[in-house]
């Protein structure tokens, strides 16, 4: 069981979605409850937890996808009125979080489109990343896809 870093989180920890990648020893998952990533070693069972570099108080981590050594994840802030704003995406540089700790670098992207084609508010939710760096985003109402 995946226990709660987030003592104001009204359900606790929240899994929501899991990365698996081949030859490796982890496991990664989404903790949306707390804004972390868990990773989990498969010969061991050891978790360690990874707050998500946010950009506002109000996000949540949804999607995962791992692409050339790094673990990219979206940022929606579903749970306000006005979503939208905060809905983004950024990446963890898996060589940079050694075992056993709570830190790692990564990145959040900006200036992403706060408005859905449809004239929604974003509001990110899964992710895709090919072998080129292309990443595509999806959410209620559409998808966006970036390349590098």
Do not use: C
Request: glycine fraction near 10%; proline fraction near 7%.
């Amino acid at each position: 069981m995946i226990p709660s870093a987030n003592p104001s989180s009204l359900l606790g920890p929240k899994p929501w979605d899991i990365a698996a990648p081949a030859n490796s020893n982890y496991v990664y998952a989404t903790d949306n409850g707390d804004a972390e990533i868990v990773r989990i070693n498969k010969l061991t069972g050891q978790m360690d937890e990874l707050p998500i570099p946010l950009t506002s108080d109000v996000e949540s981590g949804f999607g995962l996808a791992i692409s050339s050594g790094r673990l990219y994840f979206t940022l929606a802030d579903d749970y306000v009125t006005n979503f939208g704003a905060a809905s983004t995406f950024g990446y963890i540089d898996l060589s940079s979080w050694p075992q056993g700790t709570s830190h790692a670098d990564g990145v959040i992207y900006t200036g992403l489109p706060t408005v859905t084609n449809s004239g929604f508010k974003a509001d990110y939710r899964a992710i895709a990343v090919g072998p080129t760096g292309q990443v595509a985003i999806t959410d209620k109402h559409g998808m966006i896809r970036l390349t590098p």
